[in-house]
């Protein structure tokens, strides 16, 4: 009888704990959203939509890991989206003027980089807070990619700048390269948050900058690290959008930003920092993708899929709120 009830507290134990890990609750939601979809419309199990439910997810995906890292700190970048489109062009628009492809890749890996540490130098010296620095970085590389592109596309023909682009079937999906690399960038910043020092003060910071600074984590240093970091993934985000689109253009991903920020909150990383993780991006990322698909296959305008975005966001920020009070 004895063995039996410390069977049934050591089941419990592991369910609670399993019950209690941030990606739970989106990886339940993610679930029921297959559920639902499959239900009421006739080919969204079909591997072909599922292939391209991930594929629409790529450059969105990869934009949530470098939002993931800084909403970690308890910051939120508002210029994702605008600085990825501004690599897009910074690559094409090199290439179309003859210029070697490695060296576009190589401008506009600087270029998304420096905005980000730009980003993180506002923010560290002069304690500038992180939307407001994100907003107006939002505004200018927006303008500054007009400018820049002359309110033209670049369409892109290069083999290694579409590179990310290309795959194979298996089946009836297909298949990109651009799938294995953003699962390979959310294991390597996985393995970074979760096994280094590093991934420990980011967490730390995001908890409490100042007792991250009492217990000696050097707090400026993490922070500028976080955005230099982001702004390279930005970049990495901008080669992603043209293997999935080979045009570069300053209009596209205008709402990216905001679709990186749902898929971080979704994923149950709090937006005030210190809880969270990748995992969770990953899975919110698919329910993003996953509840566009499935309205568009069920016939549902888009301004209401926008709406049913907007209320999961919500809810997502609710549902951190509550856990925070009591944990308290």
């Not at 033209?152 to 297909?174: I, M």
């Not at 930003?257 to 971080?264: D, F, G, M, R």
């Not at 997502?316 to 308290?328: E, L």
């Amino acid at each position: 009888m004895a063995t039996t009830t410390a069977a049934s507290r050591r089941y419990a134990d592991v369910l609670d704990t399993i019950i209690r890990t941030p990606a739970f609750g989106p990886l339940a939601a993610l679930i029921i959203a297959f559920v639902v979809f499959a239900s009421i419309t006739d080919n969204f199990l079909e591997v072909g939509n599922l292939s391209l439910v991930l594929q629409q997810s790529l450059v969105v995906g990869v934009l949530a890991v470098g939002q993931t890292l800084i909403i970690l700190t308890a910051g939120i970048d508002l210029a994702c989206g605008a600085i990825a489109v501004f690599g897009t062009l910074i690559i094409a628009r090199h290439v179309a003027n003859g210029g070697d492809p490695l060296i576009a890749l190589l401008l506009g890996a600087i270029v998304c980089t420096g905005l980000g540490a730009a980003n993180g130098l506002l923010v560290t010296k002069l304690r500038l807070p992180p939307f407001i620095v994100t907003l107006g970085t939002l505004t200018v590389v927006t303008a500054v990619a007009q400018l820049y592109a002359g309110s033209r596309s670049y369409p892109v023909t290069d083999e290694l700048l579409g590179w990310l682009g290309e795959g194979f079937l298996v089946g009836d999906a297909f298949i990109t390269y651009g799938t294995f690399f953003m699962l390979g960038l959310y294991a390597f910043v996985w393995y970074a948050l979760s096994q280094t020092a590093w991934g420990r003060h980011v967490y730390a910071i995001g908890n409490n900058a100042e007792a991250a600074r009492l217990t000696g984590i050097k707090v400026n240093r993490t922070l500028l690290s976080v955005y230099v970091a982001a702004g390279f993934i930005y970049f990495l985000a901008a080669w992603e959008a043209l293997g999935r689109i080979p045009n570069a253009d300053p209009n596209a991903y205008q709402n990216a930003n905001l679709e990186s920020i749902t898929a971080v909150v979704i994923g149950g990383t709090s937006l005030f920092g210190g809880r969270g993780g990748v995992v969770g991006t990953l899975i919110g990322t698919l329910i993003v993708g996953v509840l566009r698909n499935g309205l568009t296959l069920a016939g549902i305008d888009n301004l209401y899929q926008n709406v049913a975005t907007g209320i999961l966001v919500i809810l997502a920020v609710t549902v951190d709120q509550i856990s925070r009070r009591r944990q308290r």
